[in-house]
């Protein structure tokens, strides 16, 4: 089983990058998928899911910026990241969880992408 996230790299605040989790060994639409975040000295941050229904959540801190999506026939899930901020600047991981009910915790995840870095700066 692979899991890789992709499509990080250096954008300036205000600006926009989608990122990419795809995957090979499993089908992606059984389970719930959820984006994290690890900025330099700070712990992983759970902010954003999507339910293998297609029911996304976001927390307040990237509520109407970000948006999750999923295209089951590439076996790909997506996060859209628009008007970034200096403090989005953190590796980016995608993890597949069971249930969406524990999509933001970490230790109930089933496998882990490798992380792609997302540098915000002018």
């Known amino acids: 089983v692979q899991l890789q996230a992709s499509g990080g790299g250096l954008v300036q605040p205000s600006g926009s990058v989608r990122l990419s989790c795809a995957a090979s060994?499993?089908?992606?639409?059984?389970?719930?998928i959820g984006w994290f975040r690890q900025a330099p000295g700070k712990e992983r941050e759970g902010f954003s899911y999507?339910?293998?229904?297609?029911?996304?959540y976001y927390t307040d801190s990237v509520k109407g910026r970000f948006t999750i999506s999923r295209d089951n026939a590439k076996n790909t899930v997506y996060l859209q990241m628009n008007s970034l901020r200096p403090e989005d600047m953190a590796v980016y991981y995608c993890?597949?969880?069971?249930?969406?009910?524990?999509?933001?915790?970490?230790?109930?995840?089933?496998?882990w992408g490798q992380g792609t870095q997302v540098t915000v700066s002018s």
């Open positions: 993890a597949t969880y069971y249930s969406s009910a524990y999509a933001l915790n970490p230790r109930m995840a089933r496998y």
């Open positions: 060994g499993i089908t992606l639409d059984d389970y719930a």
């Open positions: 999507i339910s293998s229904s297609g029911t996304t």
